[in-house]
């Protein structure tokens, strides 16, 4: 352990970065055939994501309808797969969920940096993308809100000012199947297990 080094290493990164342009990043997908690593890496890169409902709202009633959501499945390096969201009755999708709980997330790391800088475009399957099956599922009062509101606050502070008279509760999308696409060839399917059981960090050696 060399303590005066440290301070230095971030930015001797950035400049290798910048030196070997393209084929560096400063994230770290997993390998495109490691498909369950790449979508716990894609959640958790994610902040925010499109969450589609089957609407109960006229003109749209029975039609889907896609909204946007800030989520956290845990505070930076402490990712737990679990995309958790802080909800109100109040809103439109949420009003759709009391209805028909099932849902469908989809995150993109065109939301990052990383597509941009590595030009892929956001259609492409390089510029990897999951979709997540599911139901939204209300843990409040449950053990796991403490878990979802240090997940949730610690990477959408201003939540914290949310006005209270939202009736505002934490909820997790309880997933049933994981669609990923990462590379050419067209979809694959990652099981809620294989997903779970993955490690969205490069291992270091
Ligand atoms: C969620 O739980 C918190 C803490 O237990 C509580 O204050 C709040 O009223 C609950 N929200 C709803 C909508 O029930
Ligand atoms: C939650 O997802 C699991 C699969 O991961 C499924 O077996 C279970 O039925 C789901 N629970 C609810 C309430 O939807």
Redesign the pocket.
């Known amino acids: 352990m060399k303590p005066s080094l440290r301070p230095g290493f971030p930015l001797l990164l950035g400049l290798l970065c910048a030196a070997a342009s393209a084929s560096c990043s400063r994230f770290h997908i997993p390998p495109h055939d490691q498909v369950a690593r790449v979508a716990r890496y894609v959640v958790h890169q994610c902040d925010w994501a499109s969450m589609a409902t089957i609407s109960t709202h006229q003109p749209v009633a029975g039609q889907p309808f896609s909204n946007a959501f800030s989520i956290s499945d845990g505070p930076e390096q402490s990712s737990s797969g679990v995309p958790y969201l802080y909800l109100?009755?109040m809103e439109i999708s949420v009003q759709d969920l009391q209805v028909n709980p099932a849902a469908s997330l989809s995150m993109s790391l065109a939301q990052t940096d990383y597509c941009r800088k590595q030009q892929f475009d956001p259609q492409s399957p390089l510029c990897a993308h999951v979709i997540l099956s599911g139901t939204v599922i209300?843990v409040?009062?449950t053990e796991e809100?403490a878990f979802a509101k240090k997940a949730l606050f610690n990477r959408h502070p201003e939540m914290i000012d949310w006005p209270s008279d939202h009736?505002?509760?934490?909820a997790k999308f309880n997933i049933t199947q994981v669609w990923v696409l990462d590379y050419f060839g067209g979809v694959k399917t990652v099981t809620p297990e294989e997903y779970f059981q993955a490690s969205p960090h490069r291992k270091h050696h």
Do not use: E, H, I
């Not at 009736?167 to 934490?170: E, L, R, S, V």
């Open positions: 109100t009755r209300d409040n009062g809100a009736n505002w509760f934490f």
